[in-house]
Structure formats: C-alpha cells, structure tokens
C-alpha cells in the first residue's frame, strides 16, 4: 500500500501480539480516570482510537480540508482523492469486489435504515416476510418495524435458547419462499454469540431471500469477506473498529445499490436538476446526499490499515484467550451468572450478580477506573428473552489483557462487598 501523507504507516504493529504495546497505540489508555489507572471494557458501546488515526483527522484539518467533489481547487482535489482512497480501503477492509458497492453513511443504524426505506419500499410488499432474530439490536428490529407498518408487509422472528442461541429449526420453518430479506446481526451486542451467517446466507438464497448482515459487532474481532460470504448488504459503525463516530459503511452488492431510489435528496446525489424533475447519480454517491462526513472517511480509512497491519488469526487468538480466561473467572465468582452461553462468542461477556442492579454495579467499577456498560443495551427483546431488566456488560478490544479482568474482578469483590 502506498500512504499518501494522510494516511500513516501504522507503527509498531506486528504479528506478534503483544497488548501492552497496543495500548501504547492508544492515548487515552495511559490517562488515568478518577484517579485511577483506566480499564476499559466498553468496546462494544465504542472503542478507543489509536494515535494513527487521531492523527490521519489532524493531518487532514492541516493539510488538505476542503469539501469534495465539488472544487477544481488543489484542496478540494486532495479532499476527495482522500475521501476516495478511504472508500477503496473500506473495499479492500471486507474484501468487496468493487469500490462503488461501498456506501458512506453514519453507521449501522443509517445503513439498515437506508436498505429498509430504499431496497425495502421497493421491493417488499403485503404477503411478503421480512425475518428478523431475537438477538437483533433495536436498530435491526425498528427500521422493519417501520417498513411492515407501510407496506403490510410480515415481521418474523427466529427466537433464541437459554444459550443465547439461534434455534435451527426456526429458521428451517420461517425461511420460507414468502421471506423476501433475512436481516441478521453477525454478532448480538448483548450476548457476543456469533451467527453461523454463512449457513444463513446459503439457506436464505436458496429460497430466493437477499440477506443484510448487520456486522456493528464484528469488524474489530473477525475478518470480514464479503465476497466469501456472499451476503446482499453488509453494513459496519466504524467507531467499534478504532475508527470516529459518526462514520459507516453500507456494503451492497452493485446490482442492488443499481436498482434502488435515493434514501435522501440534496447536493451530490443527482445527474441533473430543474425545477420539475431530477435525475440521480450511480451508486454510491445516489445514496451521499450533501457533504459526507470526510473527516470520518478518512479516520476509518486509517483504522482499516490499522487493523490490516495485525494478522486477523494472531487478533483473534489473543482476543479469545481473554474472553476465555474473563469467562472462567468471572464464573468463579459466587452470585455471578453469565447472559449468553453460546460455544461461539466474541469479544463480550454479559452478566448478572446476586440481585445487585447492574447500574449500581457500574457505578461502584467506574469508582475504581473500570468503564462497563450497563442497562439492555439497545436490545431489549433479549433482556425480555431471559427475564431481566438489564445486565452488566464487558466487551474487549485488542489491548484488552488478562490484567484487565483481574481488576474487574477485584471490582466486582468490592461490589459485592458493599452489598453485603
Ligand atoms: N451498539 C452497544 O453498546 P450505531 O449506533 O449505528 O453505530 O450502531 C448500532 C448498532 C447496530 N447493531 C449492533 C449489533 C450494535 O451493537 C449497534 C450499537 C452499541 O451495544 C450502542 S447501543
């Protein structure tokens, strides 16, 4: 890869993992939080960002801010050739076979809202099956919510079992020649189970369902391949992946983003504009409507390379080996029990302790320095699914280490110990 001067080389990563020097890679890691030294266990809400891309923005704002595809000035040209080369590391991050199926938007929550109200007006009516999980985050469950509510179309749903499973033989009885999309998350934000979504996909097509892949959880911890997955739309919050917030991607596959009518009307998106009548733009600018948010382009594009400068195999060893050792320990503790028991996890732990309210168990950890998620965590059909009102909730990240969950444990001891 040749780095224009935006993009920096990232340093001192290799294939030999070592999560101390990671954290090195990350500023905010090494400052202390109420005193203390911080421990971060809410990657899944966002992770951190590592100097190579605080610094990509920086050099951006420097260097070469203007907007783009607009200017025939140096600096608008410099803006977008950044914008777009960010676009072709997207492509190259989850292996599509082509820059134009990577669409820019704000997140997962934009992507799926963008395939419900475009491919989903479109080409979902009454009679039709849209099938959902029980394991969905609300922004995979209430774009087809709103969807069905139009068109009259059906909601199905796969449920899960006291696991944090999907039931098989569900989806053999509801994938049906009726199911027009299968809308699935790779991996659920509240239990960390990962979906067998290749199996998914197969079956799905097999019945003549598109399937959308809502990968928000899974970009920092497995590597993506589109290609190999064979899945109609993926889409990914960069934030999760060490990269800004307020940055995405929508992957579809070019037939369909060729077939679909604008999300949003405005500058950038159209061939042409009179008053009485538009004409739209190939994909994906059909779907950019106004200035995109290129700062964030070009962070994500800098957390690509980041995450590509680590061998995938050697990440997920590591990560594993944490989640592995965090679920023993935390399974020795006296009161604890763990939300999600699936043989295929990823990167989070849910739990719940004696009849201590997760937010009090959140408040006491942030005391010591220890950043956990608390509350359903935007997937309440799962708190439902095992009678909660909330969980306590760690997700790693790859400077995560086994020091880490020592801390929490010795939080959770004094946890346990004011609620003696
Ligand atoms: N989950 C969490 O703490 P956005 O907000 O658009 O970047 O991502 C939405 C989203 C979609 N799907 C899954 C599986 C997710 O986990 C999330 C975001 C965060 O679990 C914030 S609620």
Redesign the pocket.
């Known amino acids: 890869m040749n780095y224009p001067y935006f993009f920096l080389e990232p340093t001192g990563i290799s294939a030999g993992l070592d999560p101390e020097k990671f954290k090195n890679d990350f500023p905010i890691l090494r400052k202390p939080v109420r005193g203390k030294k911080l421990v971060y266990l809410d990657n899944?809400?966002t992770s951190q960002k590592p100097h190579t891309v605080i610094e990509a923005i920086r050099q951006y704002y420097l260097d070469s801010n203007a907007n783009v595809h607009r200017g025939v000035h140096w600096l608008s040209e410099k803006a977008t050739e950044a914008y777009e080369m960010a676009r072709i590391k997207m492509q190259e991050f989850i292996n599509a076979d082509h820059a134009d199926e990577i669409v820019f938007v704000?997140?997962?929550?934009?992507a799926i809202n963008l395939v419900a109200q475009t491919y989903g007006r479109k080409e979902i009516g009454q009679g039709d099956e849209i099938l959902i999980t029980e394991m969905e985050?609300h922004?995979?469950i209430v774009p087809w919510q709103l969807l069905v509510e139009e068109t009259g179309a059906d909601l199905q749903v796969i449920h899960i079992d006291d696991n944090g499973e999907l039931i098989r033989e569900e989806l053999r009885e509801k994938l049906t020649e009726k199911t027009k999309l299968v809308a699935i998350?790779h991996?659920?934000?509240?239990l960390g189970t990962v979906n067998p979504i290749r199996e998914i996909i197969r079956s799905a097509h097999e019945v003549g369902a598109r399937v959308l892949v809502?990968g928000?959880?899974a970009a920092p911890h497995l590597k993506i391949d589109v290609h190999d997955l064979d899945c109609d739309f993926y889409t990914l919050?960069g934030?999760?992946m060490y990269a800004p917030t307020g940055i995405?991607i929508l992957y579809g596959k070019r037939e369909l983003l060729q077939n679909m009518p604008p999300y949003q009307g405005g500058g950038e998106m159209i061939t042409s504009v009179s008053l009485t009548g538009s004409s739209y733009a190939k994909p994906p600018y059909r779907f950019e409507a106004g200035t995109p948010n290129i700062e964030g382009a070009i962070g994500l594009g800098a957390a690509a390379d980041y995450l590509n400068s680590i061998d995938f195999d050697t990440l997920s060893a590591h990560e594993n080996e944490v989640l592995d050792y965090a679920t023993d320990r935390l399974s020795a503790m006296d009161g604890l029990k763990i939300i999600g028991t699936s043989g295929h996890k990823a990167g989070i732990i849910s739990f719940v302790i004696d009849s201590i309210h997760p937010h009090d168990v959140g408040t006491i950890l942030d005391q010591a320095g220890i950043a956990v998620?608390t509350g359903h965590?935007?997937a309440m059909p799962i708190m439902e699914r095992f009678q909660l009102p909330a969980t306590t909730r760690v997700s790693l990240a790859l400077y995560n280490t086994k020091d880490d969950i020592d801390s929490l444990v010795e939080g959770l001891k004094q946890v346990k110990e004011v609620f003696k």
């Open positions: 899944a809400a704000r997140g997962s929550t934009e985050h922004s995979n998350t991996i659920s934000n509240a809502d928000a959880q919050s934030h999760k995405g998620r965590h935007c």
